[in-house]
């Protein structure tokens, strides 16, 4: 079956970075377009990134310049590098498999927190 796995997760200082990943399996991992979502407390689940099959990425507003959005398709992994982040990118971090089909595939999540 679809799996999405999301690690990386923690606690971590203003200022500071950490690499997220996401380990696929169940699916063709190299024809989906992957990306990374987030919700903080009480707020909506935003977009933060994608990746498209052929490479093409885009980002929110909100941490272009900081963030990362990566795959290796040998690995089946998707990742999200994150720097200089800040109290505002505390949450939870998702992860989500799509086709231009309309399939949707979400993972469980993983916890960033920053603060000092």
């Known amino acids: 079956q679809v799996q999405l796995a999301e690690s990386g997760g923690d606690l971590v200082q203003p200022g500071g970075s950490l690499r997220l990943s996401c380990a696929a399996s169940?699916?063709?991992?190299?024809?989906?377009?992957m990306s990374w979502y987030r919700q903080a407390p009480g707020k909506e689940r935003e977009f933060v990134a994608q990746?498209?099959?052929?490479?093409?990425?885009n980002y929110a507003d909100s941490v272009k310049g900081r963030f990362t959005i990566s795959r290796d398709n040998a690995k089946n992994t998707a990742y999200l590098q994150m720097n200089s982040l800040k109290p505002e990118d505390t949450a939870a971090y998702y992860c989500?498999?799509?086709?231009?089909?309309?399939?949707?595939?979400w993972g469980q999540g993983t916890q960033v927190t920053v603060s000092s």
């Open positions: 989500r498999a799509s086709w231009i089909s309309g399939r949707v595939y």
């Open positions: 169940g699916f063709t991992f190299s024809r989906s377009l």
């Open positions: 990746i498209l099959p052929s490479g093409p990425k």
